[in-house]
């Protein structure tokens, strides 16, 4: 490429894109930073720039970048079946085996998977199975949904209703009727008077309780939570708190729905984060690590229960109308396996805990007493690292989207690509679950090296205000 074609590339962009979670004012004068190859946990743009990608795309490349097992599976697959539909009675042999393989892994009580194409499809699809269960069962008023504040679930009207995150809401006239939100399970950011994570629990779990009284049990039919918030700020719950809302869950007869988009296949050191974390859930939802991005695909997991109810319901003989043209696509399915394949036999499960040990405790070590620096938090190879501007009292700054800003450019600057925080200032660090020691020690180089040039910035830049 010369620099006329990069320059011409870039003014299209700017011309034609619409570009996702970006400021639409601004778009036009940015400039646009054209990727052109990956490799492992390497990124390069056409300006020769390598970085290193510790947000794994957008926490999607679990096994990495140009892996030539996937490429070979997708390639096969497309030359013997480039696209077949899974509607009425078709299916494919891909499809079927990667069925097969999902549930060997997941939760003893999951007993069918239903497929989309991405994260927010796949919670709307829960959704509406959450409304069908309490049609069959004769609840027809059971329809309410209460989601967390700082939750993400995806973009749809659906999904981004649940979304606890008011960007996703501003100007879509969301949330859509019947859906409720309740307080994070973000420990950082606790109330005056909480003396321990387990009393944080138990608060959260009876602030639960009164909503679905005042609701009324018979009209709320499903909590729905991501084991750790991801997009948030990697906000881990605290000791017992999915204990606790399980006792308020079952005593109002709610259903749980576990978005492990994020947590699942390896992210946090297990095939899904929601067991180690005293989840037990009715439906699962995953995507991201399902293809670590080589293929969009998403999946329903739905468990014995709610299939007991469903593949019962006598109504013309339960005719299910919902599904996308390539749900279940059988290079999708293709591309899963071979994906999970390598997640299995090259131990990243086991890597995941090992390196993420290794490098949640060289940021406190390396980060400690670092201005601004408020809580280094995580699990496996999902790690947030927060900035306050009063770190003793956990006082966030006032414009958190400019800081945040600031932030990520800063660690740009040094080679890293970071995950930013809605709602907080924090460099969530969430790269391939191939990282090695090597790897993780150029991380945590890149961000000691940033945070004292994030902070010159801040004050150059007058943000440096609670």
Known sequence: MTTATIEDLKALDRKYIMHPFSSLQSQPRKDVNVMTSTNGIVLKNADGREFLDAGSGLWCANVGYGRTEIIKAATEQMEKTSFLHSFSNFSNEPLIRLSERLLEIAPDNMERVTYANSGSEANDTQIKLVWRYNNVRGKHEKKK?????GGYHGTTLGAGSVNGLSVVHRSFDLPIDRVLHTDAAEYH???????SEEHFSLYLANKLDKMIETEGSETVAAFIAEPIIGSAGVIPPPAGYFREIAKVLKKHD????ADEVITGFGRTGSWFAGPGLEMKPDLITVAKGLTSGYFPMSACLVSDAICEVLYNEKE??????????????????????????IIDKEGLLENSTRIGSYLLSSLREELDGVEFVSDIRGKGLMIGVEFDAVPEIRRAFSDIASVGGLLSQACLDEGLIVRGGHGRVIAAIAPPLTLTTEQADQIVLCVKRAAPKFAKALRAAQLDRA
């Open 145 to 149: 949904l209460i989601a967390r504040w």
């Open 189 to 195: 950011r606790r109330p005056a008077g909480i003396i």
């Open 254 to 257: 709610v259903l749980l729905i």
């Open 316 to 341: 013309a003989d339960g005719f299910f109308g919902h599904g996308f043209t390539t749900s279940g696509h059988p290079v999708g399915a293709a591309v899963a396996l071979a994906n999970i394949d």
